[in-house]
């Protein structure tokens, strides 16, 4: 077992008992590899969203560690993946395999699912708060080099299998707001964020087809000489009722969607 055995015959060996063990074999292994994440160990995305769709209703934290690119830029990314190594063992540290189902879900994002849904929801975002603190107050030390991770941390409670959709939406929310944790909640109006998100992606969209951006030149004036010696380039999208929108209702949507070189252009 310690060297990875996991079928065996007997002799006088029957070959067609052999092929069949073999073949069970293989398919185990296929399994394992289609489950479970080959560098921290742990069930992987797949064996999430298999464990989610056989639960009715679940209570998650989505775990993402902040800016992860940049320590695979600045410190290498075998460097990295020792990282996310000892940051998966400080997880079932935290998270006892007895309370919690602990996932890697991408590159630098983790899942944590209470094993018992009706757990207290603040009980749980104290544990998610006392890790999410060792990890900022820890460096993780790599060869002769100290790392420093920050973490941000989403929490929903869910029935139908939206605990995973809950807690990606509040995450991102919780980056925007610059919180460490937060908990979704329908008060929060994410849903509406999104939508309006959607809106002026479409809204973009149409008014570089239609030609609806228009560039402005504001003249910057020297105050001795009163006379203009240069001027400020702006950019305003006017809608077809003839409304001048600033692009402060357009710009950081226009660059998430990767349409903001075309508006400059």
């Avoid at 590159?107 to 708060?129: H, L, T, W």
């Avoid at 228009?214 to 380039?233: H, L, S």
Wanted: proline fraction near 2%.
């Amino acid at each position: 077992i310690d060297i990875g055995v996991d079928k065996y015959v007997l002799k006088p060996i029957d070959m067609k008992k052999l092929l069949q063990i073999m073949s069970q074999s293989l398919l185990y292994h296929e399994l394992k590899d289609l489950y479970i994440d080959k560098l921290t160990h742990l069930p992987n995305r797949n064996r999430m969203k298999k464990d989610l769709m056989d639960s009715s209703k679940d209570l998650m934290a989505l775990i993402n560690i902040d800016k992860f690119s940049t320590i695979n830029d600045l410190f290498g990314e075998s460097n990295g993946d020792k990282v996310l190594e000892a940051f998966s063992i400080q997880l079932k540290e935290y998270f006892k395999k007895d309370e919690y189902k602990l996932y890697r879900i991408e590159a630098d994002k983790f899942g944590v699912i209470a094993r018992n849904y009706d757990k207290d929801i603040n009980e749980f975002q104290v544990r998610c708060e006392e890790f999410a603190n060792y990890i900022e107050k820890n460096a993780f030390k790599v060869d002769e080099h100290e790392i420093d991770l920050n973490v941000t941390i989403g929490i929903a409670r869910a029935e139908n299998n939206l605990a995973y959709k809950y807690t990606q939406r509040v995450m991102n929310y919780a980056r925007k707001k610059f919180e460490q944790i937060m908990i979704y909640d329908d008060s929060l109006n994410i849903q509406e964020s999104f939508e309006e998100n959607m809106k002026w992606v479409k809204e973009v969209k149409h008014g570089l087809k239609e030609g609806l951006f228009v560039g402005y030149f504001q003249p910057i004036v020297d105050t001795k000489t009163q006379e203009i010696y240069k001027y400020e380039a702006l950019i305003r999208y006017i809608d077809e009722k003839g409304e001048v929108i600033a692009p402060i209702k357009f710009l950081d949507i226009a660059k998430k969607a990767k349409l903001y070189t075309n508006i400059i252009d």
